[in-house]
């Protein structure tokens, strides 16, 4: 084998190696470019989770506060009425206050001075929803009725 063969051999030898070594070294930084991206996201990841707990739970809070609230209001000091004269609802609006029938079916009222009072509990930032808006936008305009429905039972 010639010399000018051995160096040719050699040549090829060296470019495969080199070729080798720096694409692994290539590969390698990529490789280690998109492990520290996928850490990245990894930690983005946990930090949103932890955020979303955290608002989930503080949601959770706010609305177990808002139904104690609303079920403790008729003892509270702001709720201006008689607890036997208010009715719980719940839904879609919470109390519905006969303000002085109490008074009245003691003997001691006048008919009169009965007043029929809808409430609607909210703590903290809440608002009235579209239903309870609407709710109270027909009592303002009026529309609002009694009625008797009787109900017979036959027998036979």
Same mark, same amino acid.
């Given at each position: 084998?010639? $010399? ?38 990894? $930690? ?27 079920? $403790? ?8 009425? $008689? ?48 239903? #309870? #808006? ?23």
């Amino acid at each position: 084998m010639s $010399l000018w063969m051995a160096m040719l051999i050699g040549a090829c030898i060296g470019i495969v190696l080199t070729t080798w070594v720096l694409s692994s070294t290539r590969n390698g930084k990529i490789k280690a470019e998109y492990e520290r991206y996928i850490a990245e996201l990894e $930690l983005e990841h946990q930090q949103a989770l932890a955020t979303a707990k955290k608002r989930s739970v503080n949601s959770s809070r706010a609305v177990l506060k808002g139904k104690m609230a609303e079920q $403790l209001a008729p003892i509270m000091p702001q709720f201006q009425y $008689l607890p036997s004269d208010a009715k719980f609802l719940g839904d879609p609006i919470d109390y519905v206050v006969f303000d002085g029938y109490t008074e009245f079916r003691d003997d001691g009222g006048a008919a009169e001075n009965i007043e029929i009072v809808l409430i609607d509990i909210k703590s903290g930032g809440a608002r009235l929803s579209k239903g #309870q #808006q609407a709710i109270a936008q027909a009592i303002r305009e009026g529309r609002v009725r009694f009625e008797t429905i009787r109900i017979d039972f036959e027998d036979g």
